[in-house]
């Protein structure tokens, strides 16, 4: 079904005369962190790829100052990570809304509670925990789909490049339209 790029399903009505259908999430702006539930209507997926296939540092996953797992890119391949909201969702290997398609992920689950109470506020962080000497070059993909999940039906949210750095973080929002910082 596919929305139209520029519908907003989370902080507003999109500019006319889009027509966009977010049923999910009631009447604009009343989007909560609960429509990330299972039962809620929305999955939040989060890519980290090693997107030049050279070996990087392994690096542990933060959101929101829990630790979400380790991303072991400690060999010469297109190694990464997905996190989902919904641990019982398979995200499709292929599918276009990320950056390294193909590549057998391994997908873990977390518990959405952990996003910002408000949620137009949350930070990603990745630390190195054992360097490889090799640099680091990399992609983000932070992306949200209705549920049942359908590749490609969704709307990416944040999508950054890393290289070099030993850490980063990263701020960002449920929403499609709004600036995003580095910090």
């Not at 190195?128 to 990416?156: F, H, M, R, W």
Request: glycine share 10%; hydrophobic share 30%; charged share 15%.
């Amino acid at each position: 079904m596919g929305r139209p790029p520029d519908c907003n399903c989370f902080c507003g009505p999109p500019p006319p005369p889009l027509d966009c259908d977010c049923p999910e999430l009631g009447s604009w702006g009343q989007f909560t962190n609960a429509a990330l539930h299972p039962d809620g209507g929305r999955i939040l997926v989060i890519q980290i790829c090693n997107t030049n296939g050279a070996r990087d540092d392994n690096m542990r996953i933060f959101l929101n100052g829990t630790s979400l797992g380790i991303v072991d890119h400690n060999s010469n391949t297109r190694t990464g990570i997905i996190f989902v909201s919904d641990s019982s969702v398979a995200i499709d290997d292929n599918d276009s809304l990320l950056v390294c398609q193909g590549e057998n992920h391994q997908q873990v689950g977390f518990n959405p509670s952990i996003l910002g109470a408000h949620p137009l506020l949350n930070t990603i962080t990745a630390r190195t925990v054992q360097k490889n000497n090799n640099g680091n070059y990399g992609e983000l993909v932070i992306a949200s789909y209705p549920t049942p999940y359908t590749p490609g039906d969704g709307c990416v949210l944040m999508q950054r490049a890393w290289g070099s750095a030993e850490s980063w973080n990263y701020q960002f929002q449920l929403c499609e339209d709004t600036p995003l910082t580095e910090i």
